[in-house]
């Protein structure tokens, strides 16, 4: 399996303007996470899914943020409008549902620049 | 409710020499434990994870823990350090639901 697929691996952009960044889980994962990193912040979970369900958003900043999993292999994390605090690396990871093991399996991060 | 604390934020070795990050969980039910690795610019890659089976519990590139459930801890160690395992560590507790709880990561610097 490739692994967790993210795209793209490095977003700029300009104040205002909408960011979608890409997510394609493992195959057969039921899981699919969110989460977003900043040295202020560390790495902060900010919604996750479970059989395309959003299951907690309780992470999510603001309204300005939104995230969509149509079908079992795609994901999308969009930011409308972006601003520069939203500056960060944006990971994906999914997992198995399998017992309480609950192992996570990251993709490489979009590394997101708003200017 | 789950949670880590890791009790260094930045540890510093000499090449050769062991290392030991150190962990602390609080749980409310058996917990399944990880360790995450982080290297600059990269994602997160497992190193190992405790699932109630054995204690002593053996990662890749020779780090292993140990999980003690009297003192709610579950070290990182490594008897010997290499230039290679620069990076951040992360201590992670299962929460449950499918959920992980991060610790703050502590750096490892390994110097020449």
């Known amino acids: 399996d490739a692994g967790v697929i993210q795209s793209p691996r490095h977003e700029v952009t300009e104040m205002g303007q909408e960011v979608t960044l890409r997510c394609k889980p493992i195959s057969g994962h039921d899981y699919l996470f969110w989460y977003r990193q900043t040295m202020m912040r560390g790495l902060e979970l900010l919604i996750y899914?479970?059989?395309?369900?959003?299951?907690?958003d309780s992470g999510m900043p603001e309204d300005r943020f939104s995230a969509k999993m149509p079908n079992a292999s795609f994901s999308t994390l969009k930011i409308q409008p972006s601003e520069p605090r939203d500056s960060a690396v944006y990971f994906c990871?999914?997992?198995?549902?399998?017992?309480?093991?609950?192992?996570?399996?990251f993709g490489p991060g979009t590394r997101l620049t708003v200017t | 409710a789950q949670s880590v604390t890791q009790l260094d934020s930045h540890v510093s070795v000499s090449e050769g020499t062991p290392v030991l990050l150190r962990c602390n969980y609080s749980?409310?039910?058996?917990?399944?434990l990880f360790w995450y690795v982080q290297h600059p610019n990269k994602g997160l890659q497992l190193l190992l994870k405790y699932t109630s089976a054995a204690t002593l519990v053996k990662g890749i590139n020779g780090f292993e823990a140990e999980f003690k459930k009297s003192e709610t801890s579950f070290h990182l160690t490594k008897p010997s350090a290499h230039m290679s395992d620069a990076a951040e560590y992360f201590c992670v507790v299962s929460g449950g639901t499918g959920k992980l709880i991060f610790g703050q990561g502590t750096t490892l610097q390994v110097k020449p």
């Open positions: 749980s409310s039910y058996s917990p399944s």
């Open positions: 899914f479970n059989n395309n369900v959003p299951i907690d």
């Open positions: 990871a999914s997992s198995a549902e399998g017992g309480s093991v609950y192992e996570q399996y």
